[in-house]
Nanobody, 115 residues
C-alpha cells in the first residue's frame, strides 16, 4: 500500500507560478514511476508529467517548457514546478505512483489560474 498526499495548490494569476508537492508513505526510491495528472471540470483526467527512478522525465505537450517534475528521494517527495501558468491549467492535480504492479492516487489538490 502506498498513500500519496498532495499539497501546494491554490489560486494564482495567469503568468504566475506554483509548486506542487506529493508526499509518499514509503520510500519513493522503491517506486519505479511517479507522475502528475490533472482533471478539469467536465473533462477526463489527463497525464501531465512523469518521472522514473533513474530520473528520466516526460511531459504532456501542453506543459513542455513550463512545468518541471522532480523527485527528492531523501525526503520522499515528488514536485511539480509550474511556471507561466495559463487559465487552461486550472484543474485538480493528482499525484500517481506505480508500485509492484499497482497504481496509486492521491486525493488531489486544486489549482486555479485566473485570467
Amino acid at each position: 500500500q502506498v498513500q500519496l498526499v498532495e499539497s501546494g495548490g491554490g489560486l494564482v494569476q495567469a503568468g504566475g507560478s506554483l509548486r506542487l508537492s506529493c508526499a509518499a508513505s514509503i520510500s519513493i526510491f522503491r517506486i519505479n514511476a511517479m507522475g502528475w495528472y490533472r482533471q478539469a471540470p467536465g473533462k477526463q483526467r489527463e497525464f501531465v508529467a512523469g518521472i522514473i527512478r533513474g530520473g528520466s522525465t516526460n511531459y504532456a505537450d501542453s506543459v513542455k517548457g513550463r512545468f518541471t517534475i522532480s523527485r527528492d528521494d531523501a525526503k520522499n517527495l515528488v514536485y511539480l514546478q509550474m511556471n507561466s501558468l495559463k487559465p487552461e491549467d486550472t484543474a485538480v492535480y493528482y499525484c500517481s505512483a506505480q508500485y509492484l504492479g499497482t497504481g496509486y492516487w492521491g486525493q488531489g489538490t486544486q489549482v486555479t489560474v485566473s485570467a
